[in-house]
């Protein structure tokens, strides 16, 4: 593709200069590769490897054959995979043509990495995201941090989506109204409706998780703070037994969780820019944010600094093309003026407007 003069091309233009330019690659990668038609069946097989591996690796480090510290990131790395799965999922790019089918890979992934809010949910949460991006309404990415200022309280809410309410609820009560304001609902009842979908977004499986997960933490800190006091504590054999089981799950589950999720929000709360873009505008909502610092947390995410703000442009691609088509993206995004490495994102909350500053 040629470039046309960049002088005289607005950024609805650009985003389609780039559009086509991606769109084009994925067609030449799908012509010398013809198994990736089969879409659906791929999709699948996705799904069901990353379950095995993230049962295998729970499997040996409870028959003591895999070290906890090698479990957490394992099953984190598998539990990566069946995230982009579900956003792929959520996008129907998987069983279109047999909804029963979507929606039992939907569950299942979900079940498998329950810090996440019911994507069911989050699907409508999810498509707003793409026209509204970085807006008020824009409540999957306020719901993880995005906007708001780097300090402390961040940096616990970001690996936590409880905490993320918790800590700020008069924040979190704003973009909850201003989403289900953008969403025109017919009356009073509707209104609350759509409330109670957002309150019981994490129901069941999400509040069962953080119940345990909270309680998990809370009960070693006490018996951390009981033995640095030097205060003896003598549980009841039940007691000891349940909280052995509680530590086994921590390893293989709610670990690596919360290292999948923190290293997710991460990086996507600080690749979307908020509060000072314009709706439907690609150009403004994201960067690449790919240093080379961040590829500790790229390998919990599927890479997904490099490659989710090709996805703004290009929707309809499986993740695993967006990994191909990224060399040949990134190219025509920087031609076009899409910011790489902008660190500057972390000392202005994640606006858009003040100067970039480029890592490269």
Request: proline content about 4%; charged content about 15%.
């Amino acid at each position: 593709m040629t470039l046309p003069n960049l002088a005289t091309m607005n950024d609805a233009q650009k985003s389609e200069y780039v559009r086509k330019a991606v769109m084009a690659e994925g067609d030449n990668i799908r012509s010398q590769h013809k198994w990736l038609v089969h879409q659906n069946t791929i999709g699948a097989l996705i799904m069901l490897i990353s379950l095995a591996g993230m049962i295998g690796s729970g499997w040996l480090y409870i028959n003591g054959n895999l070290a906890w510290w090698l479990c957490v990131p394992i099953t984190a790395i598998f539990a990566s995979f069946l995230h982009e799965l579900e956003h792929d999922l959520i996008h129907q790019m998987y069983f279109r043509k047999t909804p029963w089918a979507n929606s039992l890979m939907l569950l299942t992934v979900w079940i498998a990495r329950a810090s996440t809010i019911n994507p069911f949910v989050r699907r409508n949460l999810h498509l707003h995201h793409h026209k509204f991006s970085g807006t008020k309404s824009d409540l999957e990415e306020r719901g993880i941090t995005n906007g708001e200022k780097w300090g402390l309280r961040r940096l616990l809410m970001t690996g936590d989506n409880m905490l993320a309410v918790y800590l700020r609820p008069f924040t979190m009560a704003r973009a909850t109204g201003a989403y289900i304001k953008s969403q025109n609902p017919a009356n009073t009842r509707e209104v609350n409706r759509l409330r109670l979908v957002q309150l019981t977004s994490y129901m069941p499986i999400g509040q069962l998780y953080y119940i345990a997960l909270h309680g998990w933490v809370v009960v070693h800190a006490v018996l951390w703070v009981m033995s640095v006091t030097h205060h003896s504590v003598n549980l009841p054999s039940t007691a000891i037994q349940g909280l052995h089981v509680l530590d086994v799950f921590a390893v293989v589950y709610m670990l690596p969780c919360v290292l999948r999720t923190f290293c997710l929000h991460f990086i996507s709360s600080n690749m979307h820019y908020y509060g000072d873009v314009e709706s439907r505008n690609p150009m403004q909502q994201c960067q690449v944010l790919n240093v080379w610092w961040l590829w500790p947390m790229q390998i919990f995410c599927f890479n997904f600094g490099s490659t989710h703000a090709i996805h703004h442009f290009v929707v309809k691609e499986p993740f695993y093309i967006r990994q191909w088509t990224a060399p040949v993206a990134h190219r025509v995004m920087r031609e076009v003026g899409v910011r790489f490495n902008d660190l500057g994102t972390f000392g202005r909350a994640n606006r858009f407007a003040l100067k970039a500053q480029n890592a490269n």
